[in-house]
Every structure is written in structure tokens, then in C-alpha cells.
């Protein structure tokens, strides 16, 4: 299997960079805090300008990932993909579907059990988090498998 060019590397290791620590970030917070987050989500849905004008940003980041990042070779830019395509699914359904994305956070939040799932989801994705910002920080990009003739110099 072919690896991806040294270009397309870099730039999963650039988006890794920034999608990274924000995720290690605040899903860090959102695991500690989670309980405590329900009064903001309730302030938010009961605001439909604010709700759409968050749907559309996080389905502008997520477009924007996609348009820009179009490697899928290797874990690291599998997830980078991933995250983009997460991003911006998200975002339309909360502008498509407010109600049922409120709806979808007073089920999870109504039962403790879907807490500390939630939770436990919430730590994973922190992980994962250090694991980007790891890769865009101070990983190196693989050699590629190109067949670039060799130059030889002969007397």
C-alpha cells in the first residue's frame, strides 16, 4: 500500500496540531463537569438564534476539515477525516434538528447510568485528544513509497 506524499502528512499533522489539544481540552472538561453542563444546555436550547449560529459554525469547521484535509492514508489522517466529518454531521443535525439534539441531552443527562457513559466517552475522546496532539507535534511524516529514479554520478 502506497503511503501518503510527505505533503499530505504534513498537513494532517498541521490539522492534528489544532484539533488535538482542543479536543484533549475540553472533553477533559466535559468529563469533569459533565452534571454541571446541563443548566448551560438548557440556557442554549431555550435560544434558537444562538442554536443555529453554533450548528453553523460547527458545520463550517467541519466543511473546512473536509475540503482541506482529503487524506485517508493512515491512522492519523483517518481520524483527522473522521473528526471533520463529525463535526460537520453534527452541526447540520443541530441546525436541522434542534429539538431532537435537546432531546438526545435530557435522555442522556435524565439517567446516571448515561452519565457516567457519557463520561467514560467523554475521557476516550480526551485521549485521543493526546494521541493527536502527540502525532502533529512530534511525530515525523513516514517515507513515501514513490519511485523517484536515484541520482547516481558516474566519473
Known amino acids: 500500500m ?9 498537513r494532517s499533522r498541521a490539522f492534528a496540531r489544532v484539533i488535538g489539544p482542543y479536543v484533549a481540552a475540553f472533553t477533559t472538561l466535559y468529563a469533569i463537569r459533565l452534571p454541571d453542563g446541563i443548566d448551560v444546555l438548557d440556557d442554549l ?6 442554536v443555529m449560529l453554533l450548528g453553523t459554525f460547527m458545520f463550517l469547521a467541519g466543511l473546512i476539515v473536509i475540503g482541506l484535509h482529503r487524506n485517508w492514508r493512515g491512522p492519523l489522517a483517518i481520524t483527522v477525516s473522521l ?6 454531521l453534527r452541526g447540520f443535525a443541530l441546525i436541522m434538528s434542534p429539538d431532537a439534539m435537546q432531546a ?3 435522555a442522556t443527562m435524565g439517567n446516571p447510568t448515561t452519565v457516567t457513559v ?3 466517552g467523554f475521557a476516550a475522546m ?3 485528544g ?3 496532539t502527540y502525532a502533529g507535534w512530534f511525530s515525523r511524516p513516514a517515507a513515501t513509497n514513490s519511485a523517484a529514479p536515484s541520482s547516481t554520478v558516474t566519473p
Do not use: C, N, Y
Open 2 to 10: 502506497k503511503t501518503a506524499s510527505i505533503e499530505a502528512q504534513q
Open 45 to 50: 436550547f431555550t435560544q434558537p438564534g444562538l
Open 83 to 88: 473528526f471533520g466529518w463529525f463535526v460537520a
Open 104 to 106: 438526545g441531552v435530557e
Open 118 to 120: 457519557a463520561r467514560i
Open 126 to 128: 480526551a485521549v485521543m
Open 130 to 132: 493526546l494521541l493527536l
